[in-house]
C-alpha cells in the first residue's frame, strides 16, 4: 500500500517568506507527526495529532510555526516569515495509533532552503 | 542530557567486514521501546526494529543482528558481512511511556551513524 507521501520534495524561499508543507498519512493511520532534521540539531520532534484531538505543539521552535490537520488525515505545517536557520529537511511520520509502542513510518521528507 | 546518544559519528568498512553499531540511551521509564531506523542518501528514513524494554532476547533478521542489554543501557545493531548497498546513517530512537509532554510515542533519535562500506 501506499506509504507517507510529503509535498514539496523540495522547496527554496527567500527570508521573509511564508511557506507550506504538507503530508499525507498512511491511510487509516491515526497518529501523525512532524520532525525537522538538520545539522546541528538532529532529529527533533516537532508536533503531534491525534485523530481530531488538540495536537500536542510543545516541540514546535517558535510562533513562526503551526500546523493543522484537516479531517483527521493530511496535515499542512505552516512557516511564517522565514528565516535562514529554518533550512532543514522536514519529517512527516504516522502509525496506526499513538502511544511508545507503535512504529512510526516516515515519508521522504521535504528539503526547505531559506535563502 | 541526551536521551539517545550514538557515540559513532562515522564508520567506514569494506565489503563482508561486520560492523557493529552502538546505541546507549537514558530513561527513568521501567515501560520504554526501542528503534533503529535506516537512512539511505534518498533520505526516506526506513523502520529497521521495535524492541521493548521487557524482551532482551537478542533477535536476528538475515544479515541483521540487535543486542538489547538493559544493564548497560544498549541496544546495539551489527551487520555481518556488509554490503555496498548497507551504505547510510543509521538512527536510534526511544520512546518513553512517561513523557513530560502529553506526546504518545514522540521519539527521541541518537545523531545517527554514518556507515560507510567500500566495494
Known amino acids: 500500500g501506499a506509504g507517507v507521501s510529503q509535498s514539496p520534495s523540495n522547496k527554496v524561499t527567500e527570508k521573509g517568506k511564508d511557506v507550506e508543507l504538507r503530508c499525507d498519512p498512511i491511510?487509516?493511520?491515526?497518529?501523525l507527526y512532524w520532525y525537522r532534521q538538520s545539522l546541528g540539531q538532529g532529529l527533533e520532534f516537532l508536533i503531534y495529532?491525534?485523530?481530531?484531538?488538540?495536537?500536542?505543539k510543545s516541540g514546535l521552535p517558535s510562533d513562526r510555526f503551526s500546523a493543522e490537520r484537516t479531517g483527521g488525515s493530511v496535515s499542512t505545517l505552516t512557516i511564517q516569515r522565514t528565516q535562514q536557520e529554518d533550512s532543514a529537511v522536514y519529517l512527516c511520520?504516522?502509525?496506526?495509533?499513538?502511544?511508545?509502542?507503535?512504529?512510526?513510518?516516515f515519508g521522504p521528507g521535504t528539503r526547505l532552503l531559506v535563502l | 542530557a541526551q536521551k539517545v546518544t550514538q557515540a559513532q559519528t562515522e564508520i567506514s568498512v569494506v565489503e563482508k567486514e561486520d560492523v557493529t553499531l552502538d546505541c546507549v540511551y537514558e530513561?527513568?521509564?521501567?515501560?520504554?521501546?526501542l528503534f533503529w531506523y535506516k537512512q539511505p542518501p534518498s533520505g526516506e528514513l526506513v523502520f529497521l526494529i521495535r524492541?521493548?524494554?521487557?524482551?532482551?532476547q537478542n533477535e536476528i533478521s538475515g544479515r541483521y543482528s540487535w543486542n538489547f542489554q538493559k544493564s548497560t543501557s544498549s541496544f546495539n545493531f551489527t551487520i555481518t558481512a556488509s554490503q555496498v548497498v548497507d551504505s547510510a546513517v543509521y538512527f536510534c530512537?526511544?520512546?518513553?511511556?512517561?513523557?513530560?509532554?502529553?506526546?504518545?510515542?514522540?521519539?527521541?533519535f541518537g545523531r545517527g551513524t554514518q556507515l560507510t562500506v567500500w566495494p
Open positions: 511520520a504516522s502509525s496506526f495509533q499513538p502511544g511508545q509502542q507503535e512504529t512510526q513510518y
Open positions: 491511510s487509516g493511520h491515526t497518529a
Open positions: 495529532f491525534q485523530g481530531n484531538s488538540a495536537p500536542d
Open positions: 530513561t527513568r521509564d521501567t515501560t520504554y521501546y
Open positions: 524492541r521493548n524494554s521487557f524482551d532482551e
Open positions: 530512537a526511544l520512546s518513553e511511556k512517561k513523557d513530560r509532554g502529553s506526546t504518545l510515542g514522540r521519539l527521541y
